[in-house]
């Protein structure tokens, strides 16, 4: 168990949850198996991103002994506009994920967790608007950083 209250209380939400398997819906069964996380002004102080690591990686043990037989992808990432970490399954049948972005998949899950803590939650600047002093640059194109890993 992680050393904070708010992460083991997200585990105990989340890691018996039930997986819906439909090889046939991509969509489907993303939706179905999506959770999403975020603290509260008085939680985030206690999350660092080492907790979401272990959440993670807990999540994914459980889900890898609830799945024996079945052949899914679990994956997670950092939901911007929402300010949220989600993560789903789908079928390894489908052979990709369910956005409809570009993708850009790692295994490197603490990644993910920094991106979402001190990027997001704990950077009280995170979505400031730039100022208008500069010049405006084209944005670069949206690249979606993704966990993804085999489960079982």
Request: glycine share 4%; with cysteine; charged share 25%.
């Given at each position: 168990?992680?050393?904070?209250?708010?992460?083991?209380?997200?585990?105990?939400?989340?890691?018996?949850?039930?997986?819906?398997?439909?090889?046939?819906?991509?969509?489907?069964?993303?939706?179905?198996?999506?959770?999403?996380?975020?603290?509260?002004?008085?939680?985030?102080?206690?999350i660092h991103a080492a907790?979401?690591?272990?959440?993670?990686?807990?999540?994914?043990?459980?889900?890898?002994?609830?799945?024996?037989?079945?052949?899914?992808?679990?994956?997670?990432?950092?939901?911007?506009?929402?300010?949220?970490?989600?993560?789903?399954?789908?079928?390894?049948?489908?052979?990709?994920?369910?956005?409809?972005?570009?993708?850009?998949?790692?295994?490197?899950?603490?990644?993910?967790?920094?991106?979402?803590?001190?990027?997001?939650?704990?950077?009280?600047?995170?979505?400031?608007?730039?100022?208008?002093?500069?010049?405006e640059q084209e944005s670069?194109?949206?690249?979606?950083?993704?966990?993804?890993?085999?489960?079982?």
């Amino acid at each position: 168990m992680m050393n904070c209250r708010t992460v083991n209380a997200w585990l105990e939400m989340a890691q018996d949850d039930e997986v819906f398997i439909d090889a046939d819906d991509i969509n489907r069964e993303a939706m179905e198996n999506m959770w999403s996380f975020s603290p509260t002004d008085e939680e985030t102080p206690q999350i660092h991103a080492a907790d979401i690591v272990a959440f993670i990686e807990e999540l994914i043990a459980a889900r890898g002994n609830a799945l024996a037989g079945e052949q899914m992808l679990f994956y997670c990432w950092h939901d911007v506009q929402c300010r949220q970490l989600r993560f789903s399954l789908v079928s390894r049948s489908h052979g990709r994920l369910p956005f409809r972005c570009e993708v850009r998949e790692t295994q490197d899950l603490a990644l993910i967790a920094d991106r979402v803590v001190n990027g997001d939650w704990r950077n009280e600047d995170f979505m400031q608007a730039p100022s208008e002093d500069g010049d405006e640059q084209e944005s670069p194109p949206f690249i979606l950083p993704a966990f993804v890993v085999p489960v079982p």
